[in-house]
């Protein structure tokens, strides 16, 4: 079964290994040239300078940025509109599944066999990508000035994104199953992805734990870290946003904020908090992620069988 299983599925499972291990290719390949053409001291400093700074690499660290800002986060949506929808889908709209699920192989031995393969396929594939960025990444977090923390690249770590992989997956095949057509299955999928992810990134994720909250310049003082949220604090600790803070100080007409405004604040007696998750959590919440993940992802691979069942009875 499981012979049959790659036979039906090699051209989709080496489609998406080529995006995945191309990314990774791509940065192991970038990431080893850096560190062969540069010191690891130059190698830091191109992630926190300009690119008159380090012009070689730049246009590598700025094609990064916008990859990081806009497909790697939902790279594990591809999973599930091209392997997992399809899955159960095609076999309920082409008819075919009154063959595929006979006495000699029951439906759930047909979806177990489905399920475990693609599924451990996918995960394996999520864990080299992320395990190859996290290594091409790490230089910009070890130098001795900063920008960027393992918070930035969050989406990318090595437990959450295998996992979100994983998740993606188990998505496709029950939205599939309950759509019963392809293409809807499809695109099913994928907006069932955008509805679990981005909430969960936007708002979920910055409560997994309780922030701290320090002053401006002991946050700023201090490496790594995740900043959720800044206020300002009057004398007697009411707390106000940015713009209501510059209003209460007698700043009516400004579009930015730099300095001058700072100064304003401190001599209206506003000081600046920041509500963050230190640095030292970044693991932590990577498992209650991954957690998270791989809970969604069973009750979608539960109620999948539930309803295969129902309809092979």
């Given at each position: 079964m499981f012979w049959m299983t790659w036979r039906q599925h090699r051209l989709t499972l080496a489609s998406l290994a080529v995006v995945f291990l191309g990314l990774a290719g791509g940065y192991l390949l970038s990431g080893a040239a850096m560190r062969g053409s540069l010191s690891l001291e130059a190698v830091q400093k191109c992630f926190v300078g300009t690119p008159l700074t380090c012009p070689e690499w730049a246009g590598v660290i700025s094609t990064d940025r916008n990859l990081r800002q806009t497909l790697l986060p939902v790279?594990?949506?591809?999973?599930?509109?091209?392997?997992?929808?399809p899955l159960v889908s095609r076999e309920l709209e082409q008819r075919t599944f009154r063959y595929a699920w006979t006495q000699a192989i029951t439906p759930r031995h047909w979806l177990t066999s489905k399920v475990l393969l693609l599924g451990s396929a996918v995960?394996?594939?999520g864990a080299v990508f992320a395990a190859v960025y996290r290594w091409w990444f790490t230089p910009a977090t070890t130098g001795a000035v900063t920008l960027y923390d393992w918070f930035d690249v969050f989406d990318q770590g090595v437990l959450s994104f295998p996992s979100a992989c994983l998740f993606a997956f188990a998505l496709g095949v029950l939205a599939g199953t309950l759509t019963r057509r392809v293409v809807l299955g499809m695109g099913s999928a994928l907006v069932g992805f955008l509805a679990v992810f981005l909430p969960l990134a936007i708002w979920v994720r910055p409560n997994y734990l309780p922030t701290l909250r320090v002053d401006?310049?002991?946050?700023?003082?201090?490496?790594?870290?995740?900043?959720?949220?800044?206020?300002?604090?009057?004398?007697?600790?009411?707390?106000?946003?940015?713009?209501?803070?510059?209003?209460r100080a007698g700043v009516t007409s400004t579009t930015s904020f730099g300095s001058e405004q700072e100064e304003l604040l401190a001599r209206a007696g506003f000081r600046e908090m920041v509500?963050?998750?230190p640095g030292d959590r970044f693991w932590v919440f990577q498992l209650i992620e991954a957690g998270i993940f791989v809970a969604l992802a069973a009750g979608c691979v539960a109620l999948t069988f539930w309803l295969v069942r129902r309809r092979s009875v």
């Open positions: 790279l594990p949506a591809l999973v599930g509109v091209f392997l997992g929808a995960t394996l594939l401006a310049d002991s946050y700023y003082s201090q490496s790594g870290g995740w900043a959720t949220d800044f206020v300002y604090l009057d004398r007697d600790g009411n707390e106000f946003g940015m713009w209501e803070a510059l209003s509500d963050y998750h």
